[in-house]
């Protein structure tokens, strides 16, 4: 019997503050930051154990912030490959023919690796989900908090004003029981059932390009130990210019995925996932190079698409991940935001249910989380675009032979007015490609215009450099707090390691001591504590150089008011202002005053 067929009625057996349904990237996410802040729940999905392929890989700077703070990074970086082993973005015609464009990529470049390590304390790294979910499952049940169970299917769930009566069954079994809980995080992906009993659409366009990702194994590195890289992007000569071959480096240079666009096939509709020797032989094509020898470990066909819910939530039900968002891989967002948009949420549930916080706060979850959703979705697909680019600066068209586009690629170093034209064009086109690989904006830069957050009457800065190349530190409210390298004693941390951790934390210095006792007060009247912690003062932090002060955007007494996912709730320019505290936590948490 299906999971989902009629049978007896289902049995209450659970009764659980949260429920989680999809154990991918996201909904672990959310399971190991409740269970940082103490909150039960139960994590379900309908396989056993974690991501059985590669699929996302690239761990933006945020993402490793927030793996920073549930006390991860460490592992996960152990396990990732580094960054300058990726630092090269690479267009060719195989692996063994010509290069066409390279440039440098993931802020490894010497134009933008200080932009890079000034904005972050955490890398970027490459770490495919396969190898990403056992590390956070791991840690969710070494905290014990969350109980994980594979194997479970959600069916439907019915709301009240008390809470979500979901039913689930157990795939082995077929037995159908129900689960009482407070909330609901619909993180099981972009055919999201828990998202169609919210009756939540989907807006944008699907199936724009069919894809196969084939992972395999092959010795490649006498063509990559050169010029590293995550993507390798081909052109075979003779192939429709439209048909770009993808590899991406899962372990270097051995282990790869390749991503085979199927529309571009001689015969669209003849590909069978099955033929592991005619793909084996269109990989080899790819390669350039016949006597590589090529193991294909699995086959996945599957359908770019680029939507975005038009809601995150219904009632006490929540999104997040490929449930609400889904975009080509270009940019590797999908991954990155669905973590963050777990972790934007966590903390919002915990005061919630702790009964510090109303239930309005939960609605800044899709205030704050859906315009960046929109904002990814749309920077992805003008990426994948961008690489049409390039074969349209050499000069390939539809219905070219093979020998005419092996004589324009050749024909490039040519001495001519018309070589000269495309290499200028080509230069422009790979430039464009700065739009994926170093889209440093797009990754930390975006702010929360509403939500949890209160106006200091300051207007928003004004981006000076390109918006979505260029993170711009602020302090602006809603802005994620600008990292600077503090000392506590002997010990070298960031702003945003003495932030986070669950808590709101109020940073101030010299002349800061009034913030004290307005934090006192604000807790008396909320039951939420917030650290004061200072910098700059005898026995604070140490601003060792001055980064923090140019950063701060407030005066020495003044105030920067940090959420529990680090960022800025509210900012006072002095101390003149400490009276304003306690009404600021109160309108922030959606919560009655005078507890």
């Known amino acids: 019997m299906s999971a989902g067929a009629a049978g007896a009625p289902a049995t209450l057996a ?10 991918g990237p996201a909904g672990l996410t959310a399971s190991l930051a409740l269970s940082r802040y103490g909150v039960r729940h139960l994590l379900v999905d309908r396989y056993h154990g974690s991501a059985h392929t590669p699929r996302a890989h690239l761990l933006n700077q945020r993402t490793g912030e927030i ?48 932009d890079y390590l000034a904005a972050s304390p955490s890398r970027m790294c490459n770490l495919a989900q396969h190898l990403l979910e056992p590390i956070l499952v ?10 994980l169970r594979g194997g479970q299917e959600f069916l439907r769930l019915e709301q009240d004003d008390e809470g979500v009566t979901a039913v689930l069954a157990d795939r082995q079994t077929g037995r159908e029981y129900t689960v009482r809980c407070d909330y609901v995080i619909g993180a099981d ?102 006597s590589v020898a090529v193991r294909i470990k699995s086959v996945s066909p599957w359908q770019v698409n680029a939507v975005v819910a038009e809601r995150y939530s219904g009632g006490r039900v929540f999104c997040v991940g490929d449930a609400v968002h889904q975009m080509p891989p270009t940019n590797g967002l999908g991954l990155n935001t669905a973590v963050a948009d777990a972790y934007n949420l966590a903390w919002k549930l915990r005061l919630v249910l702790a009964g510090t916080a109303g239930p309005e706060l939960l609605a800044t979850y899709e205030s704050e989380r859906l315009p960046v959703g929109g904002q990814v979705v749309d920077r992805a697909v003008r990426s994948m675009l961008d690489f049409l680019g390039i074969p349209a600066a050499l000069g390939y068209a539809a219905g070219q032979s093979a020998e005419e586009q092996w004589e324009l690629l050749g024909g490039l170093a040519d001495d001519t007015p018309a070589a ?42 004004v981006q000076e450099r390109d918006p979505e190349l260029y993170y711009q ?27 986070g951790r669950g808590r709101f934390v109020l940073l101030t210095g010299l002349g800061g001591e009034p913030w004290h006792d307005a934090a006192r007060e604000a807790a008396r009247l909320t039951g939420v504590d917030v650290t004061v912690r200072a910098v700059g003062t005898a026995g604070g932090l140490r601003d060792p ?11 020495a007494d003044g105030c920067v008011l940090v959420r529990p996912d680090g960022h800025v709730a509210w900012r006072a320019r002095t101390s003149e202002s400490a009276s304003e505290l306690p009404k600021v936590l109160t309108d922030l948490l959606r919560a009655p005053s005078g507890r």
């Open 189 to 290: 992906g972009a055919r999201s059932r828990v998202r169609e009993q919210c009756g939540i659409a989907l807006q944008g366009s699907e199936g724009i390009a069919r894809v196969a990702s084939v992972w395999f194994e092959a010795d490649l590195s006498r063509y990559c130990e050169d010029r590293p890289a995550i993507l390798y992007i081909g052109g075979v000569p003779g192939r429709p210019p439209e048909d770009g071959r993808v590899f991406v480096s899962i372990r270097p240079w051995h282990e790869w995925v390749y991503l085979r666009f199927l529309d571009h096939d001689d015969d669209p509709g003849a590909f069978d996932p099955d033929d592991h020797e005619e793909i084996a032989a269109h990989i080899r094509q790819s390669i350039g190079d016949p």
């Open 545 to 555: 150089y001055g980064t923090w002060e140019r950063l701060r955007g407030v005066e």
């Open 67 to 114: 793996f920073r703070d549930l006390g991860v990074e460490e592992r996960v970086l152990a396990e990732a490959t580094p960054s300058h082993l990726f630092a090269n973005h690479v267009f060719m015609s195989t692996f063994a023919g010509p290069e066409v464009s390279r440039l440098d990529a993931y802020g490894n470049g010497p134009d933008r690796i200080g």
């Open 473 to 499: 530190a602020t302090t602006w409210p809603g802005a994620r707090l600008p990292h600077a390298w503090l000392e506590d004693g002997r010990r070298r941390c960031s702003t945003l390691d003495v932030t």
């Open 138 to 147: 791991d840690e969710v049940e070494r905290a014990r908090v969350g109980e």
């Open 420 to 461: 000269a034209a495309r290499r200028e064009a080509l230069a422009a086109a790979t430039d464009r490609i700065n739009y994926q690989v170093n889209a440093h904006g797009v990754e930390i830069g975006y702010r929360y215009r509403a939500g949890a957050r209160v106006d200091d009457g300051t207007p928003e800065p």
């Open 14 to 23: 659970l009764r659980v503050p949260v429920l989680i349904v999809g154990a």
